[in-house]
């Protein structure tokens, strides 16, 4: 009896032991993400700058930088799991990103109180991506069935931003960049679970996904202050 008891023991011992390496290397993994996430936002803040002393050369060479940013992204996304490489992309995109911002900054802040409105939209941006990551680490809710939803979501979004540069609607813009701000949110709340299951591959694929639903909110409160502030014009 005492042989099956010290079995059971060693193996009870064991299975601890295993369960605090998977959660050690899981706080780890997390706190690279977000460590990457922060350098992210940093390297974009750079970018935004920059650009902001440069707007009319980036507005000649927009769509040029366009297809950067979309190469860098891709890019990314096949070496993400390449050490050295996957850093480069994502502090190249994320840097882009902050470049392509700026004309609209740049629109923005050009309006009566448009400074106060950059803020208002970096605050709430910040106040939503803290909202939904507690929301996500505090729920019992399994959020794995919203990314099929979110995805189809985001392809729609895409698509009436793609329809709206011909029709040129501040109104269905207005609603679009709604939306957004709505998806992005939810996305925020799904990647951080998943962030906490373990199911990204790598922590920069986690930070892009974080990064990219942060500045998706930002740009979307931006576009609703400039349209509804020229409106009030």
Same mark, same amino acid.
């Given at each position: ?105 740049? %629109? ?92 990204? %591959? ?27 502030? %020229?409106?009030?014009?």
């Amino acid at each position: 009896m005492s042989l099956y008891n010290r079995q059971n023991q060693n193996i009870a011992r064991g299975q601890t032991y295993q369960e605090e390496r998977i959660s050690t290397a899981l706080s780890t993994f997390v706190s690279q993400t977000y460590q990457l996430f922060a350098a992210s936002l940093l390297a974009a803040t750079v970018g935004a700058f920059i650009g902001l002393e440069m707007v009319e050369a980036i507005r000649s060479w927009y769509w040029g930088l366009v297809i950067l940013e979309i190469v860098a992204l891709v890019g990314l996304m096949f070496l993400k799991d390449k050490p050295g490489i996957n850093l480069v992309l994502l502090f190249a995109f994320t840097f882009l990103t902050g470049l392509t911002l700026t004309p609209l900054l740049s %629109s923005v802040l050009g309006m009566p109180n448009g400074a106060s409105a950059v803020v208002s939209a970096f605050l709430m941006t910040t106040i939503i991506f803290g909202a939904m990551s507690v929301y996500a680490m505090k729920t019992s809710k399994d959020l794995a069935s919203w990314g099929k939803i979110l995805f189809i979501s985001v392809i729609v979004i895409l698509i009436g931003s793609i329809v709206n540069i011909f029709l040129g609607s501040p109104m269905l813009q207005v609603g679009i960049a709604a939306i957004a701000t709505l998806v992005f949110s939810l996305y925020i709340a799904f990647d951080t679970q998943m962030l906490l299951r373990g199911a990204f %591959s790598s922590p920069v694929e986690a930070a892009i996904a974080l990064y990219l639903d942060v500045l998706n909110i930002f740009i979307s409160l931006l576009q609703l202050f400039g349209i509804l502030g %020229s409106s009030n014009e």
